[in-house]
């Protein structure tokens, strides 16, 4: 297993470790999941997320290049600003979600899952034949921790005596904490306002020390996946994959209506299924992969992630279920072990904001 | 971990209590419910239930996941842990009190004697 430059920290927080697409990575620490879920939604926490993977996109045509291979359009996004976008296959489904940072005109940062680095890495290279761009595995040469939650900011402001009022949601900026450069973006995945921190790996530890030594809980990645589903982000290999056309999630903002990879097989298809929340009505927790089926019993889809929100106490899930039933408010059934429990459609975000 | 000398064990992690007039307690180990990490839901049997030793009867449910729970001897299940429909986070804090399961009136009360003693359930955890 590959292990991030934080792993003897985890360690001596007595970390919990698992194996996670072939990195070594706290899935908790000893406070657990509900405490650190509600250290973000209440405070602020902070995840080691250096294992996922940097591809650096540079190039005269580097605007042209990824508004061809991403969904999103590359070409709206300005110098120091992020932006969430998908990388297309060629059957109208998806290789990996990604965040992508302008550096600068010719030059930008995309940030993919760890277990999709290579094929994303792959993809973007056949790609770029024809393109005046050079691509980069970059993983190597950073460390990413995510500072989240809504003391987030102020905890950073005094680490780095700097003022982040002005910093808006998906711009970054430069900044010292303990002598250390730090490209720190405003964005993350809880929900909550944070920061995502660019470091260079050797001094990773120092920042993260800093960060504990500041307040912000340890978080693993156990709480990431609840603060992500509760907040109705996707998450790669639950929500979105292979064959996950976006245009049928929540997420088909993200497909700008431009010439790109794929565009033909996903473009004019109907799946004739939505990816909708859900809200269970009746007792019990819904999981990946649990049937979804009318009040009659006639299968309509299935549960791409579920658990019990550590914030409401009510249990929540995202499924696929048949177009006919994904407009809010309508009814359906999670079969749980053998078990028929109703279920409300809703839409995400699973608590007031 | 925690491992109390007079409670019997199995493999899949849970211990039962001496036989009381034929009747004995269920729960999971501190080892279990240390893995499972944050307890959040618990599905228990009907009071009434015949089961095998080794059946499938409960299911704990952590923020993670769902782990089957075995009875350890054969018998008929004749109370459930009600409490913990409201406060399955006792598992947690007290595996072996607060955190039973059900109660088994056992088919065969010397069977309990052959079930893993402490020092060798920990072993067998420690295996895991």
């Not at chain 1, 504990?212 to 978080?219: D, I, R, T």
């Amino acid at each position: 297993m590959q292990r991030t430059p934080l792993y003897e920290a985890h360690e001596a927080l007595g970390a919990r470790i698992v194996d996670f697409a072939g990195w070594a990575m706290p899935i908790q620490y000893p406070s657990g999941i509900n405490h650190e879920h509600l250290a973000v939604r209440q405070d602020v926490g902070v995840f080691d997320v250096s294992h996922m993977g940097e591809l650096r996109v540079r190039g005269a045509d580097a605007v042209p290049f990824l508004r061809w291979s991403t969904l999103n359009d590359a070409g709206k996004l300005r110098v120091g600003r992020g932006q969430y976008s998908m990388l297309p296959n060629d059957q109208g489904g998806l290789v990996d979600d990604l965040y992508l940072y302008r550096d600068a005109d010719d030059d930008f940062l995309v940030v993919a899952n760890a277990g999709n680095v290579d094929v994303v890495d792959g993809q973007l290279r056949r790609l770029s034949e024809g393109f005046d761009v050079v691509i980069e595995d970059e993983s190597e040469r950073w460390a990413l921790i995510a500072i989240q939650g809504p003391g987030a900011a102020l905890l950073l402001e005094r680490l780095s005596s700097s003022d982040l009022a002005a910093v808006r949601k998906n711009q970054t900026v430069d900044v010292h904490v303990g002598g250390c450069p730090v490209r720190l973006a405003r964005t993350g995945y809880t929900g909550e306002d944070g920061f995502e921190a660019f470091i260079a790996p050797a001094d990773a530890v120092a920042v993260w020390d800093l960060v504990v030594e500041a307040g912000a809980a340890p978080c693993g990645l156990g709480a990431r996946d609840t603060l992500r589903l509760e907040a109705g982000f996707p998450l790669y290999g639950h929500e979105l994959g292979p064959d996950t056309n976006p245009l049928a999630t929540p997420f088909a903002w993200v497909v700008k209506d431009k010439p790109f990879f794929g565009r033909e097989a996903m473009w004019g298809a109907e799946p004739g299924k939505r990816l909708v929340g859900l809200r269970l009505d009746g007792r019990g927790i819904a999981r990946q992969g649990y049937e979804v089926t009318d009040e009659r019993g006639t299968p309509l889809g299935e549960v791409t992630s579920g658990t019990l929100s550590p914030l409401t106490r009510e249990a929540i899930a995202m499924a696929w279920v048949r177009t006919s039933h994904a407009e809010p408010g309508s009814v359906v059934q999670v079969l749980i072990r053998g078990q028929a429990v109703r279920a409300t459609v809703v839409v995400p975000p699973f608590y007031g904001r | 971990m925690h491992t109390p000398d007079s409670l019997r064990y199995v493999r899949s992690h849970e211990w039962a209590s001496a036989p009381d007039d034929g009747v004995v307690t269920v729960g999971i180990s501190d080892f279990a419910q240390d893995q499972l990490g944050d307890v959040v839901f618990v599905e228990l049997p009907d009071v009434g239930r015949q089961v095998a030793a080794g059946e499938a009867i409960a299911v704990v449910e952590s923020v993670k996941t769902a782990s089957d729970i075995y009875a350890p001897l054969a018998g008929e299940v004749v109370a459930v842990n009600e409490g913990l429909e409201d406060a399955p986070e006792t598992i947690n804090s007290a595996p072996y009190e607060g955190g039973w399961l059900f109660k088994l009136r056992v088919d065969d009360p010397s069977a309990w004697d052959g079930l893993l003693d402490a020092a060798g359930y920990e072993a067998v955890a420690e295996a895991d």
